[in-house]
């Protein structure tokens, strides 16, 4: 557990953007304004397969109003395969122009097929009808287990199926087929004393994100473009639409808005391109903000899936293999993070033997986006559910079976990759001796369910620059986007290295000019890869303070010592500066004081979670209450940990929206039937309960202080809690996704499904 | 001599090989010489001179943001996994 002492780190300052964003002064996406803007909206397809005939926008360009109107022709053709872009990995640049706009074929329903800018969005509104298609209605296929049959509609004409670099040249909707394997399965389930294996799908769910994607972009005369977004990444965004507008990546500046929620579904672009075109046509800045029923139709939801899962134990509760095949919806374009599902979903557990086949499948739906720990979800559902049915079946007490199991420090997971510090046993541990694991239930038709869950973390790139105030104040800036208190968990990290408080360095988020490259905030990235930024940013800082203090004393920086925020020289305690005197002399020791650092650091610490969750279940109509829920995770050391907490429970939120209500309704048609909020339903403040955290703190010892990521390991094992807990209350266990109150009664046998 | 994970669905192009011992000091150096035994797999890992989007290196068990210049130890263990998608690639 952490010990460590810090003046900052640990405690909980007010974060340095919350007065703005309580009394509504921060600036979103939708609070962009230009004096001669104009407003775009973007005309969908109806169908959620059938190929286009033609489009005539004649008359929509016609329309009073109206200065301007594109289709797909209006974006250049990029060529097949992938494009290297220098900052982020290569992508399938058509394919991504492809799904910003349409070309010959509406993929999904609410593809984009044409948009316009006009004076206002309603006369765009009309604009939009007066746009006259002609499509041809294809067969469309929603289910991944259709699609991978021979036969099954093509949705993408040269989509051929790949391994880990190798085309296998067969034309199919399946992208990808990827096997991992570690051991010999055959020989573990052989040893095994019971087995285990149940099938399990669970259906698409959004992010949910409350603001709407929004952008505001110029394209001014001099063919600089100007992109206001609230976007994860605005690097990526600078990447990406300089790629899909075929122009130099120097002539797009992105100036990152706060943002009112992304959990990984705000990385992609869809509308920056598209006003860009449209203001280049008008000449004005054009804005563009999407309506919920976009989001929900258009924008990355996660893959639904369809999974089997088996697993081997020895009658003392030992696992002695697991295998697993997954396949997940990827949508209209590959890439449903089924690899990581597959190499999160065993990973709690020390398992010799394993065996995944995981499969990237097309269908006629949104291409998906990241939803935080991409994949991890799903993958936790289907092995969590089988290991409550095994404690069930040994009747070992569940916690006891996973601490047996337990993985730790040098285990192999199903990559082969050993794994580093990790804090599981230490978390399980907290669980086994919490006040919610040993209460009791308190009631009729009520469940206890518990299950665990990994992420990997990541890392990437970051860069910080901290400029030294005369007032002994510090500017900071980063390009990362603040989600979750990232700029009070960054300044937090500056301020533990300058010895002062938190509130006296001032964090902004600047524009794509204005800060070197930094990765998306996703991944659970930003505390800890920004944090290292700042972190090496502030010892810049005292590198050139200690040559100012020496130069005043007359001596060298090497008899100069700095510790908690105060200079001193070594050769002579007496003389000091604390770092505030120090500032103020800085323009008389050679002027400013400007610490930088771009980091790409190693020592990423992945993370576990443990949920435990009470629910009751009305027998009479199906519908379940979560009662009670804690959610336990190893935090390494939490920077800021009202943040982390609050990190925590919203995972936990979404996972209960995920397990018990939320998804994506479509008719035989192929559209969605609940593209709004009233109909799709997300949990409110009103269906729970206080979501109880406990943070176990098993410092990560590749970060200066500790911090591991903390983002997306709370959405992971909440989906098997709720339905082991469900299992736990009915006595039948459900393996679909959502346990919407229909489902429920189905299973009790009170309704024919 | 670093010890290369070959994954499964690599293993055609090694003789069905599930890892190899190698001497590199450098991932690149080490995909010439694992081509330079298994012909064919430095194309299986990269593309256009770098390492392919959909796949990842861990060298002693940490995703490395370096690539082919990410150093490699005598006693190192190298493994090439998928990438995590999800995320920017499209």
């Known amino acids: ?753 | 001599m670093a010890t290369v994970y070959i994954p499964p669905t690599m293993r055609d192009t090694a003789d069905g090989n599930d890892k190899v011992v190698l001497q590199a000091g450098t991932v690149g150096q080490l995909i010439t010489e694992l081509d330079r035994v298994y012909p064919g797999m430095a194309d299986r890992i990269c593309q256009d001179g770098r390492i392919r989007s959909e796949i990842a290196v861990a060298v002693d068990g940490e995703i490395t943001d370096i690539g082919m210049l990410a150093t490699v130890q005598e006693s190192s263990e190298v493994h090439f996994l998928p990438a995590i998608e999800g995320g920017s690639g499209l």
């Open chain 1, 1 to 753: 557990m952490a010990t460590t002492d810090y003046r900052v780190i640990g405690t909980r300052p007010i974060r340095h953007d919350g007065t703005d964003k309580v009394t509504g002064r921060a600036k979103y996406g939708g609070d962009t304004a230009a004096s001669d803007l104009l407003y775009a909206k973007i005309l969908r397809s109806p169908h959620a397969h059938a190929k286009i005939l033609s489009i005539d926008t004649s008359k929509a360009a016609a329309h009073p109003g109206v200065r301007g109107v594109i289709t797909g022709k209006d974006l250049p053709e990029l060529g097949a395969g992938t494009i290297e872009v220098g900052e982020t990995p290569s992508v399938n640049a058509m394919q991504m122009s492809t799904n910003v706009m349409a070309r010959d074929k509406a993929l999904y329903k609410g593809h984009a097929i044409a948009a316009v800018v006009a004076t206002s969005v309603h006369i765009a509104e009309e604009a939009l009808a007066e746009i006259e298609v002609q499509y041809e209605v294809l067969p469309h296929v929603m289910d991944v287990r259709e699609s991978m049959a021979d036969g099954a509609p093509t949705i993408l004409e040269q989509q051929t199926t790949t391994s880990l670099g190798k085309d296998t040249g067969k034309k199919s909707n399946i992208a990808t087929h990827t096997v991992f394997e570690i051991g010999d399965t055959s020989k573990g389930f052989a040893d095994a004393d019971l087995v285990f294996e149940r099938e399990f799908t669970t259906s698409p769910t959004h992010q949910g994100y409350i603001e709407p994607q929004s952008a505001m972009v110029l394209w001014n005369t001099d063919d600089d473009i100007t992109i206001w977004t609230s976007n994860q990444g605005p690097f990526g965004v600078r990447t990406n639409t300089a790629l899909l507008l075929d122009v130099p990546l120097s002539s797009v500046k992105v100036i990152p808005m706060e943002i009112g929620g992304g959990f990984g579904g705000k990385i992609p672009v869809y509308l920056e391109p598209l006003a860009a075109l449209l203001s280049k046509q008008s000449g004005h800045p054009v804005k563009m903000t999407l309506t919920r029923t976009e989001v929900l139709e258009a924008t990355g939801p996660t893959p639904g899936s369809y999974m089997k899962a088996k697993i081997g134990v020895k009658n003392d509760g030992t696992i002695v293999a697991g295998e697993a095949y997954l396949a997940f919806a990827a949508g209209a374009f590959p890439g449903s993070a089924v690899g990581a599902g597959a190499m999160c979903m065993f990973t709690p557990y020390e398992i010799e033997n394993i065996h995944i086949d995981a499969y990237d499948v097309l269908v006629n739906k949104p291409k998906v986006s990241a939803y935080r720990a991409p994949g991890a979800p799903q993958g936790a559902y289907a092995v969590e559910s089988l290991i409550d049915e095994i404690c069930a079946s040994l009747n070992m007490d569940p916690v006891e079976f996973r601490m047996k199991n337990a993985a730790k420090q040098g285990t192999r997971q199903v990559t082969g990759v050993p794994l580093g510090n990790v804090g599981n046993v230490e978390m399980l541990e907290a669980v086994k001796n919490s006040d919610h694991y040993n209460a009791p239930l308190g009631g009729p038709n009520r469940g206890r369910g518990v299950a665990s869950g990994f992420w990997f973390n990541a890392g990437m790139q970051s860069s910080a620059t901290l400029q030294v105030n005369p007032d002994g104040t510090v500017g900071q800036v980063t390009g990362s986007v603040d989600i979750g208190g990232t700029r009070a968990a960054t300044a937090m990290q500056a301020a533990e290295v300058l010895g002062l408080d938190a509130h006296d360095v001032k964090p902004v988020v600047a524009d794509t000019n204005s800060i070197g490259y930094t990765a998306v905030t996703g991944g659970s990235r930003t505390a800890f890869a920004t944090g290292w930024a700042t972190y090496e940013a502030a010892n810049d800082i005292v590198r050139q303070m200690k040559e100012r203090a020496a130069k005043l004393w007359e001596t060298d920086a090497s008899d100069v010592e700095f510790d908690e925020g105060k200079f001193t020289r070594a050769s002579n305690p007496e003389q000091e500066f604390t770092f505030k005197a120090l500032a103020g002399r800085l323009m008389e020791t050679g002027g400013p004081v400007v610490g930088k650092a771009e980091v790409t650091p190693p020592g990423v610490g992945a993370g576990f979670g443990h949920h435990i969750v009470d629910v009751e279940v009305d027998p009479e109509t199906g519908k379940t209450d979560v009662v009670r829920y804690t959610a336990f995770q190893d935090v390494g050391k939490a920077i800021h940990p009202s943040y982390v907490e609050g990190q925590i429970q919203g995972g936990a939120v979404q996972g209960i929206g995920w397990a018990l209500n939320e998804e994506y309704y479509y008719n035989d048609s192929g559209v969605m039937a609940n593209s709004s909020f009233l109909d799709y339903r997300m949990p409110t403040s009103l269906d729970l309960p206080m979501i109880d955290t406990v943070l176990v703190e098993v410092p990560n010892p590749g970060h200066p202080y500790g911090a591991r990521g903390v983002g997306e390991v709370p959405l992971v094992p909440g989906l098997a809690a709720i339905s082991n807990a469900v299992n736990n209350a009915i006595g039948t266990r459900l393996s679909q996704l959502p346990m919407k109150p229909g489902n429920i009664l189905e299973a009790l046998g009170e309704i024919e499904g």
